[in-house]
């Protein structure tokens, strides 16, 4: 059985409340416009009131052919926590984003992820713990401007 491991582990400012900031980064209709690897998401299966509750589920279309995870909310906890994970094939993924309150009205939003691949492609592990982390934090670093465009 593949072990997680830690791929990053960062945290990113937003100059909105922490309510703002999980509905945003939640709901998969906004992925594509600031998750620099999507092409659009696909078949979203949505589950609760608000778009990505807990069981929600879709595909990333990604930039790379062939490349389809499937996503699924496994925790949403607004404003405080929410947790995706995805899977292709033997590769498992999960991100759990944490939002805290700053004194000045932001957030700071925190990102902890973890791949889980088989033994024998443990280096694509390895490779990924130095990728992710600038690739994640521009991200997201994006996601807060276009919000802070949006909110501003």
């Given at each position: 059985?593949?072990?997680p ?6 945290t ?7 309510d703002v900031?999980?509905?945003?980064l ?10 620099s ?7 979203v299966a ?9 069981g ?21 906890e607004p404003?405080h ?59 997201l670093?994006s996601a807060?401007?276009l ?6």
């Amino acid at each position: 059985m593949p072990v997680p491991r830690l791929i990053a582990d960062l945290t990113v400012p937003f100059a909105a409340s922490p309510d703002v900031v999980h509905a945003y980064l939640a709901d998969p209709a906004n992925r594509p416009e600031w998750q620099s690897s999507l092409r659009r998401v696909a078949a979203v299966a949505a589950v609760g009131d608000h778009p990505g509750d807990t069981g929600t589920s879709w595909e990333d279309v990604t930039l790379v052919p062939g490349v389809r995870p499937r996503m699924t909310v496994e925790a949403s906890e607004p404003p405080h926590r929410w947790v995706e994970a995805g899977t292709w094939r033997f590769v498992r993924a999960t991100l759990a984003m944490t939002y805290t309150p700053r004194a000045d009205g932001g957030t700071d939003a925190r990102a902890v992820a973890h791949l889980e691949v088989p033994g024998p492609l443990t280096p694509l592990a390895l490779a990924l713990r130095v990728a992710a982390p600038p690739a994640l934090r521009a991200d997201l670093r994006s996601a807060a401007r276009l919000l802070a465009r949006r909110t501003g």
